[in-house]
């Protein structure tokens, strides 16, 4: 035999043996279940698989006879064998149920240790109570400020209080208390009036000693006193415009009573007479025979000239188009083009007010009660430490936000907005509010129903300028409120 063919024939058994030997470590993983199962009484070893394979024995001196004999197995208790383990095999565990993920159930705040409350008094002048309460168990440091309508000044302050300049443009007043536990200190203030008769409206907030994060708030809105209502004295009947209507109206059905039974009248004389006087030669002298009657001559109907039925047209017809070019001229004169759309997608009426005054919109009752704003690249308390842009500054709003409706409600900071001169505006600086709540991501869970919170919005603007306007809304659809700031 030539050296190729040996060593050729001597490859392919020493392949082939390599791959029985890798099949061959199966074997014991399935020998111990097999042997601790029962062997099925079906499965008998046939002879014709006992046989070994030609191609392993049929050459001496290969490669084949030093390796251990790997046939004494038989196949059949190998199927014996792997037939336990497919049915002891584990089944793999099935998919869980599609479940919904759980909703997000609003973090629970803590109420705060301080509350306040403003109450506005009946006199001539604007008088503000502020009422605060320590409902903690021990002593707190607090700074109280007021923030005062634009254009007017305080002209009494209670005992510890000073009036001050704001970071924004309004003046405040403001008290550094120390409150007992479980007590009641009452502020009070007077004002000057912008405008005789003209309401005031002047939040109150408590904050924690460094004046950084506000405790609560308190808003009040004064009226002046209505003044005593005049004695109307009574009319006389003739000088009462219904009656003078009413009697107007019976003169002229009298006057066409008159006149028609004139008319009347008139006619009937005129025919008597043209009877009496009949003319020809027989007249006055009877006759046996009927007279015949003349016919009477066919009497024209009168008709208005043209020219009258023309000019009542044209008239009329100018009439009809100045008063819908009237009406036109005065819906487009009532289109404000810087109001938010309140109808089509958007949910609610969108309305605007000054600080202090609550505003609702869809979800969300907002209320701003004030603003102050630091200076470019300050670093504050507030901001957590962390110093501004250098081009820009950092305005804090705090503001008190009440879900008014039943259920929970989520709200985002992007769509928050403060509003620079010349229209450009800002979202909140979610990083820097952050950090002024201590920080909590406020915007992260939503609001429970019914509740209420205050809390400081920061917004980061450029320029020198303070923000014109505040928008907030409670989400993507919602017409939102918009406050005006001093």
């Excluded at 970071?167 to 405008?195: D, F, N, Q, Y």
């Amino acid at each position: 035999m030539p050296a190729s063919t040996r060593h050729h024939r001597a490859l392919a058994v020493f392949v082939h043996c390599l791959g029985i030997l890798a099949a061959v470590p199966a074997l014991p993983a399935a020998a111990p279940e097999a042997a601790a199962a029962p062997r099925p009484p079906a499965v008998t070893p046939q002879p014709a698989a006992a046989t070994p394979r030609p191609t392993t024995a049929a050459t001496p001196g290969s490669a084949a006879a030093t390796l251990p004999p790997v046939t004494s197995t038989p196949p059949p208790v190998a199927v014996a064998a792997r037939a336990p383990t497919a049915t002891a095999e584990p089944t793999p565990p099935s998919a869980p149920p599609a479940v919904a993920p759980p909703a997000r159930v609003p973090a629970s705040t803590p109420p705060p240790p301080v509350t306040v409350a403003v109450a506005p008094e009946s006199s001539p002048a604007p008088r503000y109570r502020i009422h605060v309460r320590n409902v903690g168990n021990s002593p707190v440091d607090t700074t109280v400020r007021q923030e005062l309508p634009p254009g007017s000044s305080a002209t009494s302050i209670s005992a510890g209080g000073r009036s001050t300049r704001a970071g924004g443009s309004a003046a405040e007043v403001t008290w550094r208390l120390r409150l007992p536990a479980h007590s009641t200190t009452t502020l009070g203030t007077a004002l000057t009036a912008t405008a005789p008769g003209q309401p005031l409206t002047a939040p109150a907030c408590a904050f924690t000693s460094d004046g950084s994060r506000p405790y609560d708030c308190g808003t009040a809105t004064w009226q002046a006193a209505a003044p005593p209502p005049a004695k109307v004295t009574e009319t006389p009947p003739w000088q009462r415009i219904p009656v003078l209507l009413a009697g107007a109206a019976i003169l002229l059905l009298l006057s066409a009573g008159l006149v028609w039974v004139w008319r009347r009248r008139r006619g009937r004389r005129v025919t008597a007479a043209a009877l009496a006087t009949g003319g020809g030669p027989d007249a006055g002298r009877g006759t046996i025979y009927p007279r015949p009657a003349a016919p009477s001559p066919a009497k024209r109907r009168r008709t208005p000239p043209v020219w009258l039925l023309v000019g009542v047209a044209v008239a009329v017809l100018a009439g009809v188009i100045g008063a819908a070019g009237w009406t036109a001229t005065q819906r487009v004169a009532a289109i404000d083009t810087q109001k938010q759309p309140t109808s089509g997608a958007w949910m609610g009426t969108g309305v605007s007010g000054p600080v202090g005054v609550p505003l609702r919109e869809s979800a969300f009752e907002f209320t701003v009660y004030g603003m102050s704003c630091g200076s470019a690249g300050a670093a504050r308390p507030a901001d957590g430490g962390g110093a501004a842009p250098a081009a820009g500054r950092r305005c804090q709003a705090t503001v008190g936000v009440r879900n008014v409706t039943g259920d929970h409600q989520p709200w985002h900071g992007q769509l928050q907005r403060a509003y620079l001169p010349g229209g450009r505006w800002v979202s909140t600086d979610e990083s820097a509010t952050r950090a002024a709540n201590l920080g909590r991501d406020v915007f992260a869970d939503p609001m429970a129903a019914g509740s209420r919170v205050v809390l400081p919005l920061v917004f980061t603007v450029d320029g020198r300028d303070p923000p014109r306007q505040l928008e907030l809304r409670s989400g993507v659809f919602s017409a939102g409120v918009r406050v005006d700031m001093p």
